[in-house]
């Protein structure tokens, strides 16, 4: 019994082992929290950064159509003015054409007026004394004074319409002229109109440039949005699993502090009940064992060592062919006992011989019970019972007792 509570003592160590590593995985777990937190605020930081910056890109987009409309009025103003000015000027063109026709055919009636004068003064010229031969024949001084007076009359008649002709010509040419003047403003008017005009269309397409440039950005801007917030959603997402592990470690871990303490209370109790005892009572073994065990048979049929005795502990780790390979019993004996863990799942102790057990970790519920007796090759349970070890493998330990000191030995020596 001293080689049964020796073992159950070492395994004892397991748990406070167990214990720590426990409190390490929360450390661990509670800092990878804290850290996706952080990334979560300053990610949430940079979604509210970005907000702000569509809200003054979509303020400038506002104004710059606000801006970019009144130009358009302007411009359509503009437009109509020049419209109206150029029918103006069409209607001065026309009015000018129509002057300068009626001064053309005055100045061609004129000529031929002046033809006529220049006619009858050289007719009057070359025949002197002959232009006064009418006024000679007169009958009577009646008679001449009539014919003087017609010929005086027809050629002030001649000469005052050449004087009306040439006051014509003047006011027409005159008119033709303020025409001229008048047409020649109204034209600098369309062309100042057509340069303000071509300003604030160039000032309204750079307006659209802009307009296009700050749209791009917008929808960039949009898009790291898009991003971000699937970003967050990400993060919040791995925050609320991390907080949920977290939460699940620290009932694991109240439960192992439970166990470590009911433990303690329990070995005070044993030792308490040791000391008041003056002699230990041995109880033997209900079923008897054979006198020689010989090989140990491989726990894990179609398994493989992965990790040697000594180098995580006092135990080898053997790796099953998949999840919840099955464990046997390497040897005869009887189950000296059960034990669970939640981090390492149950654990099976087998007694062989009063100074070999074997000790068999991570198993899902077992097969067995304690007090029974199992032979050799007999299924114990599958592996994959505990959290914190992978569920294709089992940790497999032996125990053997040389005096009175009781040990776990490296596994290999016995296959």
Partial sequence: MRWLVALVLLLSLGMAQDLRTQEE?????????ARAKALEERTQARIQALNRELSRLSERVRNLLAEKGRLEKEIARLEGERASLRREIA?????VRQKEAR?????????????????LMGSLHREKAGRYLPLLRAQSFTDLAVRARWVGYLSARDAELVRTFQAT????????????????????????????????????????????????????????LRDTLEERA???????????????????????????????????????QAAARPAPVVV??????????????????????????G???PFQVIQGPAPGSPVQAAAEGYVAGILYLPNLGYTV?????????????????????????????QLLGHTGGGLLIRPEELEFRVAVRVGEETRFVDPAAYY
């Avoid at 991390?242 to 470690?249: C, F, G, T």
């Avoid at 008897?288 to 065990?293: D, H, Q, R």
């Avoid at 970790?361 to 007796?373: A, D, I, M, S």
């Fill in 349 to 377: 102790m087998l007694v062989h011989t009063e100074t070999l057990s074997t000790v068999y970790t991570n198993l899902q519920e077992p097969l067995v019970q304690e007090g029974q007796k199992v032979s050799r090759g």
């Fill in 311 to 313: 180098r995580e502990g």
């Fill in 91 to 95: 209607r001065l063109q026309e009015e």
């Fill in 234 to 272: 990400r993060l919040q997402a791995e925050l609320s699993r991390l907080q949920a592990r977290v939460l699940a470690e620290q009932r694991r871990l109240q439960e192992l502090r439970r166990q470590e303490e009911e433990r303690r209370r329990q070995e005070e109790a044993r030792r308490r």
């Fill in 103 to 119: 001064i053309a055919k005055l100045e061609r009636d004129l000529g031929e007026l002046k033809g006529r004068l220049q006619a």
């Fill in 169 to 224: 010509l003047k006011a027409l040419k005159e008119e033709q002229e303020r025409l001229r003047l008048l047409l020649a403003d109204l034209s600098g008017k369309e062309r100042t109109l057509a340069e303000t005009q071509g300003a604030l269309e160039r000032e309204r397409r750079g307006l659209e440039a802009t307009l296009a440039a700050l749209r791009r950005e917008e929808e960039g801007k949009r898009a790291l």
């Fill in 284 to 309: 033997m073994p209900p079923p008897p064992l054979p006198a020689t065990v010989g090989n140990l048979a491989f726990p894990v049929p179609g398994g493989r060592v992965l990790v040697p005795y």
């Fill in 25 to 33: 995985t929360l450390r661990q777990l509670e800092g990878q929290a």
